[in-house]
């Protein structure tokens, strides 16, 4: 579970996104950040038990920095409002499919995972996977735990069928994507509660098929 406290600073944080406010708040910052990892280990430890892949992996390899990268982006503000970790064999640069967890308060939490706009080499091999083992990925995603708990696979999509495939292939809407992630949200006041941990890998668990899928088309 988390503390309120770590909600609260990345509400304030919304709030006054600058790096004054930020500096004075410094030591909240660093309390927060501290609640976030503690919490953020537990899923390691509890993945590491869940996912063979996922043995080794530490807080760096997972957690995503506060600061943003602003060189590129119209939204000039210096920090995140959110508080975010990735879990996936090497890490999470890894090109690999994983899990994520992203917390921002105001009912923008949630816990998901899959495949972000791999590069065009990964997302071929992905897509011919899916291709020649529809079957296989349609009872993976129609399963009833996991429409339950996801909905349907969402992603950016082509307008037309990628070069290769034809519009009546049975499987389009999904050779289409150039993202394959399923989400399933969390509330702020799940979020503070003693069950957090386990909730979360128990939806890690739940789509672990749909990753295991996606990465053995990447072998």
Known sequence: MLQPSTLKFLKSLKLNNNKGWFDEHRDTYLAAKEDFENMVQQLIDGMARQDATLAGLQLKDCVFRIYKDVRFSKDKTPYKINMAASFQAGGKKSPLAGYYFHLEPGGNSFA??????????????????????????????????????????????LKTAPQGYQPDNPAIAYLKLKSLIVTHPVTDEACIQPAMVREILKTFALMQPFLQFINRSMD
């Open 112 to 157: 998901g995972g899959g495949l972000w706009m791999p590069p065009a080499p990964a997302l071929k091999k992905l897509r011919q996977e899916i291709d020649y083992n529809f079957e296989e990925f349609e009872h993976i995603i129609s399963n009833k735990e996991f429409i339950k708990h996801f909905g349907k696979v969402e992603g950016d999509a």
